[in-house]
């Protein structure tokens, strides 16, 4: 855990220096205690986004290589948590990036997840997508195979 924890901070100051937006990793899945005596109103509320990656097929799936949800929706200076996990089972490690917002969630394995927190500052829609195999010519890449999705976030 100490390790994950370095590597968190390090991708927190590398999104910083990207986007510019204030980030903070919460580090324990985005449950934090609620204050008590009505000050609640005070406190930044943060919303779990969560995305999971899939490469294997299941039911009603049109695509191997897939994020499960492939929109997700905000507001400019919501502060969220963006999840993401790969399902148990499936192939190869995989990352999420949204490149406008700084967001660099990478190596990801099977079974597992990463997060991180960050205030959006601006409203647009923007990417998110697996960056593997990205500009090879050999490989198609995990985006052009579905590993692809929307944030929408609407002004405040
Ligand atoms: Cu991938």
């Given at each position: ?130 960056n593997l195999n990205a500009g090879t010519?050999a490989q198609t890449s995990h985006?052009t ?12």
């Amino acid at each position: 855990m100490k390790l994950f924890r370095l590597t968190m901070a390090a991708m927190m100051i590398a999104s910083a220096m990207f986007s510019g937006c204030a980030g903070k990793d919460s580090g324990d899945g985005g449950t934090s205690p609620t204050p008590t005596g009505g000050m609640n109103e005070t406190k930044p509320m943060v919303r779990d986004l969560t995305v999971t990656a899939y490469t294997t097929p299941t039911p009603g799936a049109t695509k191997l290589y897939r994020f499960t949800p492939d929109t997700l929706s905000s507001k400019v200076n919501e502060t969220v948590n963006i999840i993401f996990r790969v399902a148990a089972n499936q192939q190869g490690n995989h990352n999420l990036v949204i490149p406008e917002l700084g967001v660099s969630l990478t190596g990801v394995a099977p079974g597992a997840m990463k997060n991180v927190t960050i205030t959006v500052a601006k409203d647009g829609s923007f990417k998110y997508y697996c960056n593997l195999n990205a500009g090879t010519a050999a490989q198609t890449s995990h985006q052009t195979l579905g590993m692809d999705g929307t944030i929408t976030v609407a002004k405040a």
